[in-house]
């Protein structure tokens, strides 16, 4: 266990590390990159790029120790990261990468504070947060590997059909090369897929799983990122799989993962609540799937709120589950007519999804509750299900991006 003195220093230092957070951040990538090139395929460019809102990994990292005396706080987050971690096959092997890089940064934002004493006490303390994350991440490799149809690292899938959902995502279905059967997996749960970089190295991207499990394919429904104006450039991964990724094809997948899913095995009343805002409707997608099939008496309430018909993903698909259950309610939100005043037509409306909206369709506020979308989606939906006073055991969410980003923006 870590010592009380470690304990003591790490707290009193982080705050000025959290301080000159931009700063940390800055030194690590910049230091890791030159003197570790080889960790750099494992981050997300865009990510990096747009840094100012998004609290990188070093930051990250300090948060995290300075909860070292409160291991529930950490205890939720380790599965999240530790899930994101095997997603993108980060071994043991990279932590003292990571852990050396980030001291050597640390030394340089604490200047003369840095004492001997305070890095072996930072060491420590990454050390400690290391060994759990490299143990959780060791039993999430061996269960991904030794479950029926499973695999490690990154195998190659072919694309068996290819089928535009809207006017801006299309479904891949893909099965594997070699013709193996595929894996169970959680609805809700991601996989990575793996592609050549412009700059001849390879790049990865996650993407939710849209079916239900048990299907002859593994299905991913992607968004054509544009480009917008001159400062934000199109989308690598999202318009190469559009453009350039067709029938017969193939791309390598690293296998499902993800701490955001829905327990099929699960029997209670209590009403199910799907929120999906845009292409945050894939993990929803194979949870109200999965959920029609294995909980058919439970009452399932399913709003997609989206800029227009046009761009919205699965609404035939959707339309067809509405007749077919009536333990299901349907509802579509939309943004781009916004006027004065919500019109309400049917199952649809204007506007977007808010509490008001929730409330009149769920049959009473005590539900579980479902959701993914894009970030001030995301923040509202939190932070009103937080003022009813729902049970965080009863409200998940995933988000396409690191977890800080929206814990900071909210
Ligand atoms: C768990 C998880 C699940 C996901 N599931 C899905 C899913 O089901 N469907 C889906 O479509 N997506 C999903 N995503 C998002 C997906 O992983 C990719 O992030 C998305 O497809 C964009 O990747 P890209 O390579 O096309 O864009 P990138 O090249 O990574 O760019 C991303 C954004 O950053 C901007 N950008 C890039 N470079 C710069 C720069 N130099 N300066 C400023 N801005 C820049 C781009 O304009 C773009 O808007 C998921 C993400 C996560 C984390
Ligand atoms: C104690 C050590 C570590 C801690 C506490 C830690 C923490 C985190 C956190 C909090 C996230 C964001 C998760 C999310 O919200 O999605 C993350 C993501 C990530 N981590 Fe770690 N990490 C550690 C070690 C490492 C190591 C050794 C690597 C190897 C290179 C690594 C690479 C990554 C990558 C690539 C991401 C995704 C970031 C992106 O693509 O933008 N981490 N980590």
Known sequence: MISENTIAIVKSTAPILAEHGETLTRHFY??????????????NPANQKAGKQQRALADAIVAYAANIDNLEVLGSAVELIAQKHASLLIKPEHYPIVGANLLASIREVLGEGATDAV?????????????????????????????P?????FKPFRVVRKEKESSNITSFYLASADGAPLPAFKPGQYITVRVAAPDGGTTMRNYSL????????????????????AVTPAGYVSNLLHDAVGINDTIELAPPCGEFFLDTSEQHERPLVLLAAGVGITPIMSILLSALEAMPNRPIVFIHGSLNKGVQAFRKTVDVLAEAHSNLTVHYRYSDALQPGITREGSTSTGFIDAPLIESFVPSRDADYYFC?????MIGIYHELLKWGIPPAQVHFEFFGPRQALEKAA
């Open 30 to 43: 910049q230091r890791m990159f030159t003197h570790n090139p080889e960790v750099a395929p494992f981050f």
């Open 119 to 147: 890095i072996e006490a930072w060491g420590e303390a990454y050390g400690f947060l290391a060994d759990i994350l490299i143990g959780r991440e060791k039993q999430i490799y061996e269960e991904n590997a030794q479950k």
């Open 149 to 153: 149809g499973g695999w490690e690292g």
């Open 210 to 229: 849209s079916d239900k499990p048990g299907q002859e394919w593994l299905r991913i429904s992607v968004k054509r990122e544009v480009a917008a104006e």
């Open 373 to 377: 979308g894009p970030q001030p989606f």
